[in-house]
């Protein structure tokens, strides 16, 4: 990898005030350079040296950009795409930390010059919490980092993000677009507007008796709506696939309960207890989480 001398990230939240933290954490002589459209976040980032420099001009902040990183909503990338484009110097790696990938690359193709390389990144850290105030420079140890590319993707752009995501923290994997979308589909989408279902579905003074178990199950459910909602709009496709097994798997016990099959009712549940476990002995196995 070339050396880095400046990155710059579009959008300070709990994302994109992490990345330049862990960024100037882990290359030391690196300028990270912030911007956000908020007066108000400017103003917190700059108290807090969340970044080297924090800009109130979008085109200024990426002119002499190695690589820029989009951790704004979905919905705000095409238009991104298009106000930095001229603005990009020749070589320069674009990327994001969106959850959803066809798209993006979609909108990099149509609106990026062909003098700058697109990769799509994707790392599985963060929490429901929002803002530039709760950023910090270790929220990416140990997490996954999912990079996306086609077959015109350029492979040393590739490389090179994979060794930028591999020094902040994370442990990186390579995959295609669609393959990208269908599988988070399954394993955060659903969980979330699960989550999301079962809060909306309790009466407000029950849900007061609610326990650690409920607390635990539904944290996802007060994550920023606005970010989701584009998640949900820009991976339409696989979540409603998604939303027809997950009834189906609901009508199932629903039978089994209904008809008082104690022993279909074990099976369901045994077999979710079994496939949970290998799940966790493979996370513990691979460091992806701690006992």
């Known amino acids: ?45 700059r108290q807090l040296a969340v970044a080297s420099e924090v ?42 930390v969106g959850s959803t990938k066809v798209l993006p690359h979609r909108w990099a193709k149509k609106t990026l010059p062909k003098t700058v390389c697109y990769v799509g990144s994707h790392p599985i850290a963060g929490s429901e919490q929002r803002g530039v105030e709760v950023a910090r420079d270790d929220l990416f140890d140990n997490a996954l980092c999912i990079l996306t590319a086609t077959p015109k993707t350029n492979r040393l752009a590739v490389q090179t993000l994979k060794k930028f995501w591999s020094a902040i923290g994370c442990s990186v994997k390579l995959m295609s677009p669609a393959r990208h979308d269908r599988i988070l589909a399954n394993i955060s989408h659903l969980p979330h507007i ?21 607390i635990d199950t539904t944290r996802i459910a007060s994550s920023p709506v606005n970010i989701w909602v584009d998640v949900l709009l820009t991976n339409a496709g696989n979540i409603t696939k998604g939303i027809d097994r997950i009834t189906a798997e609901l009508a199932k016990l629903k039978k089994a309960i209904k008809t008082a099959d ?23 196995k691979n460091k992806e989480i701690i006992s």
């Open 194 to 214: 699960t989550a999301v279902s079962l809060v909306n579905a309790g009466n407000s003074e029950d849900l007061k008796h609610a326990g650690k178990g409920f």
């Open 55 to 96: 800009s109130a001009d979008l085109k200024a902040s990426v002119a002499n950009a190695d690589i820029v990183i989009l951790a704004t909503p979905i919905s705000a990338f095409e238009e991104i795409f298009s106000q930095i484009g001229n603005a990009l110097p020749k070589g320069c790696i674009v990327t994001d």
């Open 262 to 284: 104690g022993r279909q009712i074990e099976k369901l549940l045994e077999a979710a207890r079994k496939k949970r476990n290998e799940l966790i002995d493979y996370k513990m």
């Open 1 to 45: 990898m070339k050396e880095l001398k400046q990155i710059t990230v579009i959008g300070l939240g709990l994302l994109g005030g992490s990345i330049s933290l862990a960024a100037l954490r882990a290359f030391p002589g690196l300028k990270t350079v912030g911007f956000t459209h908020r007066p108000s976040t400017r103003r917190k980032a």
